[in-house]
Nanobody
């Protein structure tokens, strides 16, 4: 059974940090490109960060560059999103997504709330 399970979300004050994790199972993880998306109330879903299947190339939306870092551990079938210097506008549900050819899998999401 294919699963992507996000964890690590929560409530954090502005300027704080969180590390999200996405644990994969049921498919050959190291073949898949991985992206993190977020969806805030009243806004469209946004691609935040992406990683190639090796982790050798990463990309970020401009609003998180220099603050967020995507990484992956293929031995653990897990991808991470380190989020530093968090801002209230980072508040959203964060989802991981795995894609390889026509295979496209999503996790259930984890809530991140940045508020004082």
């Amino acid at each position: 059974q294919v699963q992507l399970v996000e964890s690590g979300g929560g409530l954090v004050q502005p300027g704080g940090s969180l590390r999200l994790a996405c644990a994969a199972s049921g498919f050959t993880f190291n073949r898949y490109g991985i992206t993190w998306h977020r969806h805030a109330p009243g806004k469209e879903r946004e691609l935040v960060a992406s990683s190639t299947y090796t982790g050798g190339s990463t990309n970020y939306v401009d609003s998180v560059k220099g603050r967020f870092t995507i990484s992956r551990d293929n031995a653990k079938n897990t991808v991470y999103l380190q989020m530093n210097s968090l801002k209230p506008e980072d508040t959203a549900v964060y989802y991981c997504n795995a894609v390889w050819w026509t295979n496209n899998y999503w996790g259930q999401g984890t809530q991140v709330t940045v508020s004082s």
